[in-house]
């Protein structure tokens, strides 16, 4: 089993809908992140959250928000999806140092 | 401000040595993380240089020289499946460390 696990892996939403992508890992790590990739764009930093009290905002935090239910559990949340939120979507872990992360497979996400 | 620069393409032949350079702009800049990717695939870690010089890690090497915000990957007897992207991180290190990712620099290796 992957220690980084993303739900769903693929999803299609419509414009101005809801959706959440969770993210939970085994690694037992505090240090949890949300990047988003585009092509050309490398990965930006959404949000990231160093424990379960602590919530941070990214380089491109609009339009998103986070929830950290546990230690092992990170979720993105689109509370209103638009079209240029089309993306890939990657969940990460890390060790206190944070020099070395761990991402999950990956959720593709389109919105028509 | 952050950046960190890296050319978007490079092509090489299998067998090959390849060095694909990251140069940065970035206060407070502690180290460089290299991380691989494979099409649609996830990122993985490949090394990470805290101090300046070379680290080596069999077929991959990597460089930092923080006087020179520079820094490069260097993949050595090229092989079909080194075909990636590939990037650079840097962080600045502390209780609020976080990685900043380049832009990428997809490698293509050629038979």
């Known amino acids: 089993d992957a220690d980084v696990t993303q739900t769903p892996r693929n999803r299609i939403t419509k414009t101005g809908k809801r959706i959440m992508l969770e993210c939970s890992q085994t690694?037992?790590?505090?240090?949890m992140y949300w990047y988003r990739q585009d092509p050309g764009l490398g990965l930006r930093l959404i949000y990231y959250s160093f424990d379960v009290k602590d919530i941070n905002k990214g380089e491109i935090s609009d339009g998103y928000s986070v929830s950290r239910q546990a230690q092992a559990k990170f979720s993105l949340s689109l509370e209103s999806a638009i079209p240029n939120q089309t993306a890939l979507y990657f969940c990460?872990?890390?060790?206190?140092?944070?020099?070395?992360?761990?991402f999950g497979e990956g959720s593709w996400l389109t919105v028509v | 401000g952050q950046s960190l620069e890296q050319p978007s393409e490079v092509t090489a032949v299998e067998g090959a040595i390849v060095q694909i350079n990251c140069t940065y702009q970035?206060?407070?800049?502690?180290?460089l993380s290299w991380y691989q990717q494979h099409d649609g695939g996830a990122p993985t870690f490949l090394s990470y240089n805290a101090l300046d010089g070379l680290e080596e890690t069999g077929r991959f090497s990597s460089f930092l020289s923080r006087s020179d915000s520079y820094g490069y990957l260097l993949l050595q007897e090229l092989q079909m499946k080194d075909s990636a992207s590939y990037f650079c991180?840097?962080?600045?290190?502390?209780?609020?460390?976080?990685?900043?990712f380049g832009t990428g620099t997809l490698l293509a290796v050629q038979p």
């Open positions: 970035t206060s407070g800049f502690y180290g």
């Open positions: 991180a840097g962080s600045r290190g502390g209780a609020t460390n976080k990685l900043i």
């Open positions: 990460a872990t890390s060790d206190l140092r944070g020099n070395t992360i761990y």
């Open positions: 690694k037992g790590h505090d240090r």
